[in-house]
């Protein structure tokens, strides 16, 4: 066989790296339909998000997002009756579609298309609070909900029912710092953060849930996939800020 001059694509060994990637996203896919987390075109969408995300960053980065998954469906499941029954369970019966897939995975999947081109170590830093940050977010919704607690929106420090858009809980937003913890520390376990920055990206999710819960609440924002996506950019960005800030230190 030919070997590849330096600076020649080897296109043989994109394929095979292309099909290593699809593997462990058609397995977590599979899992997740079977389990009704996906429907149809939830695993479609989230096969193919998964697979660039593991394309550019490897095991670790597919980990990461696996971390998400998981997190994010065991918690939609607890105490799903009492959330149906009270009307603020997630739709379809807490199956994602290919809009969730994409309000929750299309940042950090941008995030590892601009690193297989321009591989800097920040990138990994963004693609690490924006999964972090979906993750915190749809924990602490979906745990602020099981508890039934009482929720505060924000702008105007009014105490209100669960399930209120926008409201924040003291139970799902600590449930939401574990999560976010969670997943800033598989990260680390592959060097995508160094142990400092773990906290400032548990921190960025936080920042980002509060403006989007500000978001919801102050300015009316009814999209719950549009909120979600605005959301995990926010922490994306606010964990490359910092980042940035504790390189010129």
């Not at 897939?101 to 298309?113: D, K, R, W």
């Amino acid at each position: 066989m030919r070997q590849a001059e330096a600076g020649e694509v080897d296109l043989y060994e994109i394929v095979i790296k292309i099909g290593m990637s699809i593997l462990p996203n058609l397995a977590l896919g599979l899992a997740g339909y079977l389990t009704r987390a996906f429907d149809r075109s939830g695993f479609l969408m989230g096969v193919i998000l998964g697979t660039l995300v593991t394309y550019a960053f490897g095991l670790g980065g597919f980990l990461v997002l696996l971390g998400f998954v998981a997190l994010g469906s065991a918690t939609t499941r607890v105490r799903f009756r009492r959330k149906l029954a009270q009307g603020i369970s997630e739709p379809h019966g807490g199956t994602r579609t290919w809009a969730n897939a994409v309000a929750n995975l299309a940042v950090p999947a941008f995030g590892a298309l601009a690193a297989i081109f321009n591989p800097m170590p920040v990138l990994k830093v963004f693609f690490t609070a924006s999964v972090a940050t979906a993750a915190f977010d749809t924990v602490a919704s979906e745990m602020g909900k099981a508890l039934a607690g009482k929720t505060l929106t924000l702008h105007d420090m009014k105490v209100r029912e669960a399930g209120v858009p926008g409201g924040i809980s003291l139970g799902g937003t600590i449930s939401g710092v574990v999560a976010a913890a969670a997943v800033s520390l598989v990260a680390f376990r592959f060097h995508f953060v160094d142990p400092g920055m773990t906290a400032y990206v548990v921190l960025a999710a936080l920042l980002a849930m509060v403006a989007e819960s500000l978001l919801k609440s102050a300015l009316g924002l009814r999209s719950t996939h549009v909120a979600n996506l605005t959301n995990t950019l926010l922490g994306g960005l606010i964990a490359t800020l910092f980042w940035t800030g504790l390189r010129t230190m």
